[in-house]
Nanobody
Framework: QVRLVEFGGGFVQAGDSVRLSCVAS????????PGWFRQAPGKEREFVAVVGWRDASPLYADSVKGRFTIYRDDANDTVVYLQMNNLNPEDTVLYYCATTSFSQFGSRSSRDFASWGQGTLVTVST
């Protein structure tokens, strides 16, 4: 079982950039596919991004495409990042790191992601 911990949330202004980190312990990310979800109060958890696999590029939600980038730490198989640029107040939510299996690559459903972090809050002010 992978244990995930997110870092990097905080208060920023609209237009700013933030990089979130997800650190895994236990099984490393080479055995699974890490991704990010987010959830606003009273709403369902929403897919944000998942790393690419084999020849496939990373997948992104339409709402973040072109602004967010997910990538692994090449030197450390236990870390994955979410670079978030040009943030707006609608990005103010709790961000979760999660992992899915290789066989589930392409799924944007939270039900297909087995391990979850505790979340980190990003607050974007106007």
């Amino acid at each position: 079982q992978v244990r995930l911990v997110e870092f990097g949330g905080g208060f920023v202004q609209a237009g700013d950039s933030v990089r979130l980190s997800c650190v895994a312990s236990g099984r490393i990310f080479s055995d699974s596919l890490p991704g990010w979800f987010r959830q606003a109060p009273g709403k369902e958890r929403e897919f944000v991004a998942v790393v690419g696999w084999r020849d496939a590029s990373p997948l992104y939600a339409d709402s973040v495409k072109g602004r967010f980038t997910i990538y692994r730490d090449d030197a450390n198989d236990t870390v994955v990042y979410l670079q978030m640029n040009n943030l707006n107040p609608e990005d103010t939510v709790l961000y979760y790191c999660a992992t899915t299996s290789f066989s589930q690559f392409g799924s944007r459903s939270s039900r297909d992601f087995a391990s979850w972090g505790q979340g980190t809050l990003v607050t974007v002010s106007t």
